[in-house]
């Protein structure tokens, strides 16, 4: 696989989407030097929600993976676009936070879906430090969401 991360997301049938638009109000990057700090990204395609519910009663844990994938998708458009590009983005830490049932103790293997396609389209620049953390509910009733701290790499 190619080293740049453009090339690895398009091998990979990817494209950085849209930024989703806040749903309240916040932005969906901060930047302070030369880290940038994202909102929570949903598992938003095309201004839609892909699912709701909870893991453990509603969704099982694939589906769950599945589903911070697509938000970690987001989470790149909204660090490249702070950055000024995907070849200037380093996941530092991820936090991906899974609304559960409470005797759901999968959130880790939920959490590898966003952290793998971010290793898979990053590579060593994707290998980062990471939080799964279980949550009673998540704004619009999603099942995850996912932020993250970005250092911006010079050109």
């Not at 990817?14 to 969906?28: R, S, V």
């Not at 993976?65 to 790149?76: D, E, F, K, P, Y």
């Not at 530092?92 to 793998?116: I, M, R, W, Y």
């Amino acid at each position: 696989m190619s080293t740049d991360p453009t090339s690895r997301l398009e091998q990979l049938g990817l494209e950085l989407p849209d930024i989703p638009a806040p749903a309240a109000a916040y932005q969906p990057t901060a930047r302070t030097g030369e880290l940038v700090l994202t909102a929570g990204q949903l598992p938003v395609v095309g201004g839609a929600l892909l699912a709701t519910g909870k893991l453990g009663t509603d969704l099982a844990t694939d589906e769950g993976a599945q589903l911070a994938r697509t938000a970690a998708l987001n989470v790149l458009a909204a660090a490249a676009s702070a950055a000024g590009g995907l070849d200037r983005v380093r996941v530092v830490k991820l936090t991906v936070f899974v609304a559960s049932s409470p005797d759901f103790v999968e959130q880790h293997l939920v959490a590898n879906g966003a952290s793998e396609l971010i290793a898979d389209v990053l590579g060593d620049n994707g290998v980062h430090a990471r939080s799964a953390v279980g949550v009673a509910t998540l704004p619009l009733d999603s099942p995850v969401e996912v932020e993250a701290i970005v250092e911006v790499l010079a050109r």
